[in-house]
């Protein structure tokens, strides 16, 4: 079965600049860290309640 193909007659978008570029690769590493951050701390929790002492 083959796949989609590109529409041929798509007008292209604006060029970005480097400073978008930026941006974006900040924005999306801010948001990897973020689920990373938030899984630690899950897996944290987790471990605290069924490690504990009392």
Request: with cysteine; hydrophobic share 30%; net charge positive.
């Amino acid at each position: 079965m083959p796949g989609k193909k590109a529409r041929k007659n798509a007008p292209p978008g604006p060029p970005r600049t480097a400073g978008e570029f930026e941006v974006e690769c900040a924005t999306q590493l801010r948001r990897i860290g973020d689920k990373l951050s938030f899984r630690q701390k899950l897996l944290n929790l987790i471990s605290k309640l069924f490690h504990s002492g009392t």
